[in-house]
């Protein structure tokens, strides 16, 4: 059983940053696509960024690019998201996820098929 938990969320004012964290376990971590994604209230989940099993290649939306960093640590089985420059527009709740399937559309949510519970990050003006 894969599970995902996901940490590191807060309130923090407009420019500063965060680093939200996944530990997985139950699973050969190493060899999953992983991702972030993020749900406002209203608005549907949309993808953050993404990370291929071996650090090698990263995805980014372009809403983010610049200023967050994804990353993975396969020792200790788990990701990372470094956030700077906050802003208010990226406040919403932080998911990660990671797949078993052999092909991932490493943008497309439903490609994936296990998830963290969520963090709240909240960005005030």
């Known amino acids: 059983q894969v599970q995902l938990v996901d940490s590191g969320g807060g309130l923090v004012q407009a420019g500063g940053s965060l680093r939200v964290s996944c530990v997985v376990s139950?699973?050969?971590?190493?060899?999953?696509?992983m991702g972030w994604f993020r749900q406002a209230p209203g608005k549907e989940r949309e993808f953050v960024a993404g990370?291929?099993?071996?650090?090698?290649?990263?995805y980014y939306a372009d809403s983010v690019k610049g200023r967050f960093a994804i990353s993975r640590d396969n020792a200790k089985n788990t990701m990372y998201l470094e956030m700077n420059n906050l802003k208010p527009e990226d406040t919403a709740v932080y998911y990660c996820?990671?797949?078993?399937?052999?092909?991932?559309?490493?943008?497309?949510?439903?490609?994936?098929?296990?998830w963290g519970q969520g963090t709240q990050v909240t960005v005030s003006s």
């Open positions: 996820a990671t797949s078993s399937h052999t092909t991932v559309r490493v943008g497309t949510a439903a490609d994936y098929n296990y």
């Open positions: 139950g699973s050969t971590f190493t060899y999953y696509t």
């Open positions: 990370i291929g099993w071996n650090s090698g290649r990263t």
